[in-house]
């Protein structure tokens, strides 16, 4: 969700090892001490803090507090840099060899081995224990052993077989330090990926007790939790003895949640929280925010995307993609994102963020412009006319005032009715739409998990991914990215790119706007750093004095 210094990863280029910069350190006696305490604006995680089950922020950016992946990504440049992995080696794109650092330990102080990532991704691989990250295992060898398809087709009726194997056939454990990947086909930019979340490792003490560890989550990571709740928020405590490169300056981080984005920057104002993400619309007009705080400001593009999905189970929406193409053509983007954003977000053209490599302007066609005549005549070719909603959720900086200017612009150019609808906060929204209960137009938006147009395609939109909100299926889109996965460098880029294209035929998903990031902080801290990814690096921040 964030520019960023780009540049082509050799990653995964045949008869190559992955290279990195910024290998992983240990510790010494001359590290600084951590010390004092942060708050940091949270929202709720609409699921239990177990990382292959986390795919939203509210619970990633705990997630990312707690865990170290193979792959770190560099908080300036989003540069994937070796974490707990020395190397991650293929000849082919296809075997991947990962030997792993043997410092690593989990905050209860046992070993980080090779087994605590094959096991950890079995689990999450298991049909039955139906993990929302489970897609990004699915090219792994063995994954649609752990997931037979329901003969009957019909979620309502289940009748999907169990398993007859909880293994991917295509781990292997070779050492207590190092482990190989057999995938199903080739993928060049595999070790770009591995510092996602859904890749963490987990302690053998996760087994015995999930829902416990959903609760308070034990990793590897430069921090651990110690108490909280999702309504409340979660403190953290630094690890003592943490040996990755990221090792914390400060003792503790609070993440506070909050429903009303405004009570959050009050708090801001009164020096009683340290960290916001992102400030309220109110507080972008004539830039009041830097006003408000001089000098301790952020104004950054990130590698995050906002759009609107339609949810194309439901009959309204189901093959026709006039009505998706009327609703792009009525929202004025420019007006919007001039008026309710003070031009701190920028009118999308496609649907990959513009930080990453590959990145096409105007992928969408003619359907990311304003032209109500069009509009109406797309609409008029639509077998359903409306009315309609936009669904968003009211805890996120802007949402509504933005849901509430989009259905006033639908409302202009088509003369059919459109209301938002309003969700108290980001989890309930959540969990309708991943029980694909909407009904009309709903908010998306995403912040990019790695750096690469895959990220920004593959989850999203591909048939059955873990982030396909609105069922989205579409045969030519998934063959190329198949085959963009086993391409290296433009090659790849290319293809991508005629992915994004068939994207515009459908216009299932609509894009809004690129975001930029405008943060906040308090008096009380200092080295703040807002990463390409959105989020505050905690590895650098510091209290003053």
Same mark, same amino acid.
């Given at each position: 969700?964030?520019?960023?210094?780009?540049?082509?990863?050799?990653?995964? @280029?045949?008869?190559?090892? !992955?290279?990195?910069?910024?290998?992983?350190?240990?510790?010494?006696?001359?590290?600084?001490?951590?010390?004092?305490?942060?708050?940091?604006?949270?929202?709720?995680?609409?699921?239990?803090?177990?990382?292959?089950?986390?795919?939203?922020?509210?619970?990633?950016?705990? $997630?990312?507090?707690? !865990?170290?992946?193979?792959?770190?990504?560099?908080?300036?440049?989003?540069?994937?840099?070796?974490?707990?992995?020395?190397?991650?080696?293929?000849?082919?794109?296809?075997?991947?060899?990962?030997?792993?650092?043997?410092?690593?330990?989990?905050?209860?102080?046992?070993?980080?081995?090779?087994? %605590?990532?094959?096991?950890?991704?079995?689990?999450?691989?298991?049909?039955?224990?139906?993990?929302?990250?489970?897609?990004?295992? @699915?090219?792994?060898?063995?994954?649609?052993?752990?997931?037979?398809?329901?003969?009957?087709?019909?979620?309502?009726?289940?009748?999907?077989?169990?398993?007859?194997?909880?293994?991917?056939?295509?781990?292997?454990?070779?050492?207590?330090?190092?482990?190989?990947?057999?995938?199903?086909?080739?993928?060049?930019?595999?070790?770009?990926?591995?510092?996602?979340?859904? !890749?963490?490792?987990?302690?053998?003490?996760?087994?015995?007790?999930?829902?416990?560890?959903?609760?308070?989550?034990?990793?590897?990571?430069?921090?651990?939790?110690?108490?909280?709740?999702?309504?409340?928020? =979660?403190?953290?405590?630094?690890?003592?003895?943490?040996?990755?490169?990221?090792?914390?300056?400060?003792?503790?981080?609070?993440?506070?949640?909050?429903?009303?984005?405004?009570?959050?920057?009050?708090?801001?104002?009164?020096?009683?929280?340290?960290?916001?993400?992102?400030?309220?619309?109110?507080?972008?007009?004539?830039?009041?925010?830097?006003?408000?705080?001089?000098?301790?400001?952020?104004?950054?593009?990130?590698?995050?995307?906002?759009?609107?999905?339609?949810?194309?189970?439901?009959?309204?929406?189901?093959?026709?993609?006039?009505?998706?193409?009327?609703?792009?053509?009525?929202?004025?983007?420019?007006?919007?994102?001039?008026?309710?954003?003070?031009?701190?977000?920028?009118?999308?053209?496609?649907?990959?963020?513009?930080?990453?490599?590959?990145?096409?302007?105007?992928?969408?066609?003619?359907?990311?412009?304003?032209?109500?005549?069009?509009?109406?005549?797309?609409?008029?070719?639509?077998?359903?006319?409306?009315?309609?909603?936009?669904?968003?959720?009211?805890?996120?900086?802007?949402?509504?005032? @933005?849901?509430?200017?989009?259905?006033?612009?639908?409302?202009?150019?088509?003369?059919?009715?459109?209301?938002?609808?309003?969700?108290?906060? !980001?989890?309930?929204?959540?969990?309708?739409?991943?029980?694909?209960?909407?009904?009309? $137009?709903?908010?998306?938006?995403?912040?990019?998990?790695?750096? %690469?147009?895959?990220? =920004?395609?593959?989850?999203?939109?591909?048939?059955?991914?873990?982030?396909?909100?609105?069922?989205?299926?579409?045969?030519?889109?998934?063959?190329?990215?198949?085959?963009?996965?086993?391409?290296?460098?433009?090659?790849?880029?290319?293809?991508?790119?005629?992915?994004?294209?068939?994207?515009?035929?459908?216009?299932?998903?609509?894009?809004?706007?690129? *975001?930029? *990031? *405008?943060?906040?902080? %308090?008096?009380?801290?200092?080295?703040?750093?807002?990463?390409?990814?959105?989020?505050?690096?905690?590895? %650098?921040?510091?209290?003053?004095?």
């Amino acid at each position: 969700m964030r520019g960023l210094a780009r540049k082509r990863w050799v990653a995964g @280029a045949v008869g190559l090892a !992955f290279v990195a910069v910024g290998l992983t350190a240990c510790g010494s006696d001359n590290d600084p001490v951590a010390s004092g305490s942060v708050s940091i604006f949270g929202c709720k995680p609409q699921n239990p803090l177990i990382p292959s089950n986390t795919n939203e922020v509210c619970g990633g950016n705990v $997630m990312d507090a707690v !865990f170290t992946q193979l792959v770190n990504y560099n908080p300036d440049t989003a540069k994937p840099e070796n974490a707990v992995a020395t190397s991650i080696e293929s000849s082919d794109n296809t075997t991947w060899t990962v030997k792993l650092n043997d410092n690593y330990t989990f905050s209860d102080g046992t070993k980080v081995t090779a087994e %605590s990532f094959v096991n950890a991704w079995n689990w999450s691989s298991y049909g039955p224990n139906a993990q929302n990250n489970s897609y990004f295992f @699915a090219n792994i060898e063995g994954f649609d052993a752990l997931n037979p398809p329901d003969p009957d087709d019909n979620p309502e009726t289940n009748n999907t077989p169990k398993p007859k194997t909880d293994k991917l056939t295509g781990l292997t454990v070779v050492s207590p330090t190092e482990f190989t990947i057999k995938l199903t086909s080739p993928a060049s930019s595999y070790p770009v990926q591995l510092g996602y979340t859904a !890749f963490a490792p987990l302690p053998a003490s996760f087994y015995d007790d999930t829902v416990a560890f959903g609760k308070k989550p034990l990793g590897n990571g430069p921090f651990k939790v110690v108490s909280g709740s999702p309504d409340k928020g =979660f403190t953290l405590e630094a690890v003592e003895g943490y040996v990755g490169p990221d090792k914390p300056k400060v003792k503790s981080v609070v993440f506070k949640t909050y429903q009303n984005p405004g009570a959050a920057y009050a708090d801001m104002q009164g020096n009683n929280l340290d960290f916001m993400d992102q400030v309220p619309d109110s507080a972008l007009v004539d830039d009041g925010y830097q006003k408000d705080f001089p000098d301790r400001f952020a104004n950054k593009p990130v590698g995050v995307i906002q759009t609107a999905t339609l949810p194309v189970y439901n009959a309204n929406f189901k093959n026709d993609p006039n009505v998706a193409k009327a609703l792009s053509l009525a929202i004025d983007r420019d007006s919007i994102t001039d008026k309710v954003f003070n031009k701190g977000r920028t009118p999308a053209t496609g649907w990959v963020s513009p930080v990453v490599e590959g990145y096409k302007a105007g992928a969408c066609g003619e359907f990311c412009t304003y032209d109500p005549a069009k509009a109406k005549e797309f609409l008029a070719k639509a077998k359903f006319k409306g009315p309609f909603t936009f669904a968003t959720n009211s805890d996120g900086p802007g949402n509504v005032t @933005a849901a509430t200017a989009i259905c006033n612009s639908i409302k202009n150019a088509l003369g059919v009715a459109c209301t938002p609808k309003v969700y108290t906060d !980001f989890s309930t929204l959540r969990t309708d739409v991943g029980e694909k209960k909407m009904t009309s $137009m709903f908010r998306t938006g995403w912040q990019m998990d790695y750096p %690469s147009m895959e990220n =920004f395609l593959a989850p999203l939109y591909q048939t059955g991914a873990s982030a396909n909100d609105g069922a989205y299926s579409n045969k030519t889109f998934d063959d190329l990215i198949t085959k963009a996965a086993a391409e290296n460098g433009d090659a790849a880029l290319a293809t991508y790119q005629e992915a994004e294209a068939v994207l515009a035929e459908d216009m299932s998903v609509i894009p809004l706007w690129y *975001q930029a *990031q *405008q943060s906040v902080w %308090s008096t009380k801290v200092d080295n703040v750093k807002v990463t390409p990814f959105s989020t505050l690096d905690l590895s %650098s921040i510091t209290l003053k004095g």
